[in-house]
């Protein structure tokens, strides 16, 4: 008769790993994001902030012709003082400038007042000046995202999260790019303006609902 000895391994039932198909990876990375408070619901608000950015892109040059009346170069002006705000926010952000969690709320806040307050001056000061707010408050809101993604995850999932934060924030935005000339045609720049900055305050309001105006910058986790 045969059977285990005393010095014997218990025998063990080994289950076979779920092939990585497609499906399989794309679950076990949204799992990982959903275990990662503070990036999805950064992520949230960077998604619903991103809302306006019709109006910072091509539907501005509409806006630009047919309300404010200006020409290419200060059309290129304004890109261009769009560009400088982002520049001076990620230098004050590589010198170690950290603004206070609220600014999680009022960045997005701002993001969407400034398509409102172009609108209702249609002035191209007011405008510039807007501009150069938003390139500032993107730069800043995206930084933290960027660095609340690679302090949050492994290194051999950083580049799913990276696509799954890309398509949350192109994307899906692109129906809205269309839907938004139609809208602007029909109902005119301003109007558009108007409404997707509205729209847009949809993400300060996410922001504290979702606690994100009180979580300390994500790069003090680094350090612990």
């Known amino acids: 008769m045969s059977g285990r000895g005393v010095g014997d391994e218990p025998t063990t039932v080994t289950t076979p790993a779920e092939p990585a198909t497609p499906t399989v990876t794309l679950r ?23 809302i306006t950015s019709v109006c910072f892109y091509g539907q ?32 004050a952000i590589d010198r170690g400038l950290r603004p206070a969690p609220r600014w999680q709320a009022i960045g997005p806040a701002l993001i969407a007042l400034v398509p409102i307050a172009a609108a209702l001056t249609r002035s191209w000061p007011v405008t510039m000046i807007g501009f150069a707010i938003v390139g500032a408050a993107v730069a800043r809101d995206m930084a933290v995202l960027g660095v609340a993604q690679h302090v949050g995850f492994d290194p051999d999932i950083q580049g799913r999260i990276a696509m799954i934060r890309r398509s949350v924030l192109y994307v899906l935005i692109a129906p809205g790019i269309v839907a938004a000339g139609a ?42």
């Open 183 to 224: 809208v602007a045609e029909r109902f005119g720049a301003s109007a558009l303006f108007i409404g997707t900055g509205i729209a847009g305050l949809a993400a300060p309001v996410a922001a504290v609902a979702l606690g994100v105006h009180r979580v300390a910058h994500p790069a003090s986790r680094a350090t612990d």
């Open 60 to 91: 501005f040059v509409v806006f630009a012709t047919t309300d404010l009346h200006i020409g290419g170069p200060q059309i290129g002006a304004t890109f261009a003082i769009q560009g400088v705000g982002g520049v001076i926010a990620s230098v």
């Open 28 to 50: 076990d990375t949204l799992a990982a994001i959903r275990d990662e408070d503070r990036f999805w619901r950064l992520l949230v608000v960077s998604g619903l902030s991103n």
